[in-house]
């Protein structure tokens, strides 16, 4: 048994040895001459600036966060204050899984514009070595993290204890452990949200007032907001997108093993078993990950895309197959959650649906994305008529977007619910997030290459070189288009995990729509993936108005810059956009923290016959299916009317004519990408952490606002032979609630 | 009790005979010169060639709907085949109300435009005369058809029975009487997204050719597209506007007597009374209604607003006062619906409830569209950096504009069913929409008033005729808001209070969201208005394209045309929206009448947990709150789109200068009010019937899927004496239901 429970931080140690060394062979890499090396640096400084701000930020939200949990822990029967080391850990990890990211990045960004002067192959090796450090150091951090803690609360509430390993000593270990998750998702949060507000304020700043007006290039030297625009590829495409899944990969882990304490099992392991699984899945995913980056591999006009999609397949086929003896070898034949039987089997099935569903969202994310297909022609089509009804028909690409990844998920709630109840939505989560650091490798990758490009344009390198990154870039939109979809994909089913973990931490049996105050909750919780994104798109529209005019005011004010004898103040706009992150992301996450306190402590006791973790349900529904769908609508219509701008880059046709860049449809199309910049890369990514951080704050509070309102459990059971009704159905009048394990509790008038 | 049965067909036809008195003084009214009469005669023709064409394709839809109607009354043990009757009648009602208020909006139009070369005064009289002959027509059929439907059907199943009011009798005689609510309703979903189409594809069409390429004033004779731009006013905002409403008046009438029916009452009507009481409340809006609208005339140079909201707010406070003493003389001191005690008081205060919610949607509702306050600003000063920052802010603007909505509904239903259970959110909304016939002409005027405009524009009337219709048109669109404000708030309260109907008739206690498949059913249902949407104002985006190759051919081929010599061909233009609305409006309309038959017949029996009817409820959770929150987003950011435009056209000051129509920042402003257009006008207003639509399908199919996996009624029920429990709580080991009123059923194994 202890080897199996020390086998997983080693897991996480493995990756994180393997991010080491990979991490130093990159910084071995030829960083290119002094001026990439100048402008390589001013990145660099950007970009620890920011999180340099932002750290400093969240360590006060850390503080306060902790001595309102300090506060529970004391005071709450099922929990301990020892979840604030956990959070605080949770929060450090989460924090430096962020700068690890960060600064790998902004190491290997120029070192690929260096490898791309020699070949495709070796910049495609850079960039993707500068992504599988981050992948491999989010996984391992995760799995060190989650591993470690669990062995140790393990150790102290349950085994020193004498404690029943499906009893409530474990229970209050795993709520401790959710404190890591908390941490995590929290960081996660402002990571997400400041990041996508800062690099969109630079990015949409830059292009109005460099492309738009000055009629200068992308990634000009004499754009003094171009700095930020490629501190903020960093920022937001790189910490953002690794702070958001190191918060899904630990919050599915963790919601799996919540239900698999619940799980009735008799194994080997003393009842274990379903707890430790979704752990061993994702050392598992690590290993394989690492092989499946071996693969990863292009000659000199190879194709990136199929290399990048080869290394994935072979990970995550490989972690499915293992998977399978896994389940095979630690479950045994029988095991019941909630009522619910299940096998060994039911357990793989929906580890597959997870895989599943993860790839099917990809791919129609791709197709509602790329270019060339029908969506993506349609906006180019109706951009002809103009502005507007290029904006029309990017929104309803986006709204037409959400109809197949939904029936995808609910067709996958459905399949894994019945091949192994709860558990087996839970664990499709963690099957589907397994490979993660395949994932992020692949996804963290984009941005390198995007930064390496910007790098060689300043620098004024070869044209071959910015071909090169070029090609790069474009695998990578395409990458971060389908990462999206598979990032949604995954916070849904984390998000219902957490849901159910959530009602058998609070006690409650149903989450009734047909009670008024649980309805309401539901309205309430629909509502806020909008106001959320109101105050996320409204922040990049106030941010980028601020940009606009520092840069006009330089292009004014500082002689000669135009004519590139004058030096533009980049820091400046670094400034602006790393206060504006910093200041705007507080209200939304707020938000995100406080409603659900708000509801689960505001409502106890308030409605007779509903309780407060009931209402807490409805809303957390709400969100979920809300945010679910905002997500979708916004990153895929942003994708669209990206790709449709890019379209004229290489000409297109309408209605006969052949259009290019610099028509008008042109600049219409440019219109709808820059209202798709936010929503794509600030408020739509959002919407993942805001479901899964209301969900993970609802399970914190649980056992602080449930079961008020339950029965107390009876201490006279009836047996069935003392009142003789056996094998009929009988009316008494009174009350009547079922329990999880099947009994009956009737209560009498 | 006969006498107050026979009494509401009497107030129904009271208000039609003021339909028809008023609508005769309408159209002795003088209708101007040649020029104005033949105008006018083109957009009374053009309108009617879309309702004839319209109601073409609806009868082939009544048929088929009726076959099926037929089937299901045949086969179903607790329905009956009446209900084709009912349905062929709410559908011609519907009809009937449509071309009511389209005939007389067509005439008052030219009409108004003649009484505006005398006075302000005269021109409102006209105007609002016509919007009361729509109010009042609308109002008087619904009251009409459904009190003497009920009187029909309840005599037949009920009294001739010898049956018990409140027994199933009475439930087949309502379920019978949901058909005309369907027919209704169905109807109300074409007229408003085929006019929704209709009115938008000629707007923008006009705009897009007219305004920004040709440079000609709005309603410019020259322009082919203008008598359709016209029609369309008449098309979508008038006859749309009175079938929506005309349907959310049936509907939340039916639903609180199918609600009513359940309640456990014992009052002097044999307890008739919770039935009959909303169609009393019905009756008594529209004589207040009718004192009201006389209240409402102004003086030259006087307040219309004020006229308007002077006889709103008289019929609204003495329609609650008169409730007051009708439920104090109706109902009993003691009700009790669903196992929830109340009063007559707690039905008065529901009442009151509805119309502050009702008030408080239209304050918020003006208060996020309305010219000069800071939802608007925000996106005028946001056009000052070009067209995205302007879409970037309206969306924001609409995104925001959900939250305090939403508050004020979930409170709304909290407190309304706090005070009388489920009938008490059923009354609210009746109380709600107990003034619609005040409402509707409130919101028809708007039209009528700008059609006014329109034609005085093209017969080249003197310049005071113009400012004096603009005066009423501004007005119009402040009402046309707020009446969307309303339109939302009532068909959620109608939703809600179908879908208790609707848990009441499928015989379910629970729609437990904790359920795979009752999760999986709220994600789809939340997608349905994000298709619909998308589908809706695509359909706008391609049908304006259509109109603008038209126009733009017609520029190009016919003489003389821009000279004012050459004759525009209208007809063409009028013929391309109509056949574009009639094709359009049918894949959104068949998704609403279909995914709900697909769900509850396609799921029957097929989770053993989890019956059809939950899974239902589920989707119809998913679509209400996603539909309200997708109709408050869409309708506001267009209305505030639309004012930030034509705050312009009096002159904005941005960063300390001041622009006016014609400058950069509003050439982006128009591209906001045409992406608005749509927005506000097609896909927002078609949420309202789309979710109410769904609901009445539910309930019209509920007793055909209900009940197949209830427990049967225990034959031998076993009295508390006989095993001696009394006082104590104890535990049997087997499984319970909780049954509607109170008993318990326990299965013992």
Do not use: F, L, Q
């Given at each position: 048994m202890e080897t199996i429970l020390y086998a997983i931080p080693a897991f996480g140690l493995a990756a994180l040895l393997y991010t080491w060394i990979r991490s130093a062979w990159v910084t071995k890499q030829p960083a290119g001459n002094e001026r990439m090396s100048t402008i390589a640096r001013h990145i660099a400084d950007g970009a620890m600036a920011f999180l340099k701000a932002e750290y400093k930020v969240l360590a006060y939200f850390v503080i306060i966060a902790s001595l309102f949990l300090a506060y529970l822990g004391y005071t709450?029967?099922?929990?301990?204050?020892l979840i604030v080391g956990a959070f605080i850990i949770g929060a450090f990890f989460s924090a430096l899984a962020g700068f690890i990211g960060m600064r790998i990045a902004t190491k290997a960004n120029v070192r690929t514009a260096e490898a791309g002067r020699s070949s495709l192959a070796k910049a495609l090796k850079v960039s993707f070595a500068g992504g599988s450090v981050m992948g491999m150091g989010v996984a391992g951090l995760a799995v060190l993290g989650l591993g470690s803690l669990f062995i140790l609360f393990y150790y102290l509430f349950v085994v020193s204890q004498g404690?029943?390993?499906?009893g409530v000593q474990m229970e209050i270990a795993l709520e401790v452990l959710t404190g890591f998750s908390l941490g995590a998702e929290s960081i996660a949060l402002f990571a997400r949200v400041g990041g996508g507000i800062y690099t969109k304020a630079a990015d949409v700043g830059a292009d109005l007032v460099g492309?738009?007006?000055?009629g200068i290039p992308e990634d000009?030297?004499?754009?003094?907001a171009t700095i930020a625009d490629n501190v903020g590829d960093n920022v937001g495409d790189v910490a953002g997108m690794g702070a958001d899944l190191f918060g899904s990969y630990v919050a599915t882990i963790l919601a799996t093993m919540v239900l698999g304490r619940e799980v009735v099992v008799l194994d080997q392991f003393g009842g274990l078993s379903p707890i430790i699984l979704p752990m061993l899945i994702a050392g598992l995913g690590i290993v394989f990950s690492f092989i499946g980056m071996l693969f990863v591999r292009v000659s000199e006009g190879g194709d990136v895309q199929a290399a990048l999609n080869r290394g994935n397949w072979i990970s995550v086929v490989l972690t499915a197959i293992a998977s399978y003896f896994v389940i095979q070898w630690l479950l045994p034949e029988s095991l019941n959650l909630r009522n619910f039987d299940f096998t060994p089997n039911g357990v793989f099935m929906a580890v597959l649906v997870g895989l599943i569903v993860g790839g099917l969202m990809s791919i129609i994310t791709e197709y509602y994305t790329a270019m060339g297909k029908k969506p993506v022609n349609s906006i180019v089509q109706q951009s002809s008529t103009g502005h507007a009804t290029n904006i029309i028909a990017g929104l309803a690409v986006g709204m037409h977007s959400t109809v197949l990844p939904i029936i995808v998920l609910a067709a996958g709630i459905v399949l894994s619910y019945a091949a192994a109840g709860l558990y087996g939505v839970a664990i499709a989560a963690a099957g589907m997030m397994a490979t993660t650091a395949m994932q992020l490798a692949i996804d963290a990758f984009g941005p390198i290459a995007d930064n390496a490009g910007g790098i060689a344009e300043m620098s004024e390198l070869p044209k071959e070189v910015r071909e090169r990154t070029d090609i790069l870039d474009a695998v990578g939109n395409t990458t971060a288009a389908t990462g999206k979809g598979f990032a949604i994909a995954s916070a849904a089913l984390t998000s219902l995990a957490l849901f159910a973990a959530f009602v058998g931490i609070a006690g409650i049996r149903t989450i009734d729509l047909y009670k008024a105050p649980v309805l309401a909750g539901l309205f309430i919780g629909a509502m806020i993936p909008f106001i959320f994104s109101a105050l996320a798109i409204s922040a990049v529209g106030r941010a980028a108005m601020s940009m606009v005019q520092e840069v006009r005011r330089q292009f004014r004010e500082i002689p000669g810059i135009m004519e590139g004898t004058g030096k533009p103040e980049y820091e400046k706009c670094v400034a602006i956009s790393t206060q504006a992150a910093i200041r705007e992301m507080m209200l939304p996450g707020a938000i995100a923290l406080i409603v659900p306190l708000i509801v689960g402590f505001g409502f106890k006791g308030v409605f007779p016959d509903t309780s407060s973790p009931e209402i807490l349900g409805g809303l957390l529904a709400g969100v979920t299916v809300s945010g679910v769908l905002m997500a979708m609508f916004q990153s895929n219509a942003g994708g669209a009317w990206d790709n449709a701008k890019k379209s004229f880059e290489k000409g297109v046709e309408i209605n006969g004519v052949v259009e290019y860049k610099g028509s008008e449809p042109h600049k219409a199309s440019v219109t709808g990408d820059t209202v798709g910049d936010p929503f794509k890369d600030t408020s739509g990514p959002s919407m993942n952490i805001l479901i899964k951080l209301m969900s993970i704050v609802s399970l914190v509070i649980a056992p602080h606002i449930g079961f008020e309102q339950e029965p107390a459990i009876p201490e006279a059971p009836l047996e069935l032979e003392e009142i003789n009704l056996n094998e009929q159905k009988k009316t008494l009048p009174g009350t009547a609630k079922a329990t999880v394990n099947g009994e009956v509790t009737v209560s009498l008038h």
């Open positions: 709450g029967e099922r929990s301990h204050p404690a029943d390993v499906n492309k738009v007006e000055a000009d030297p004499r754009n003094p």
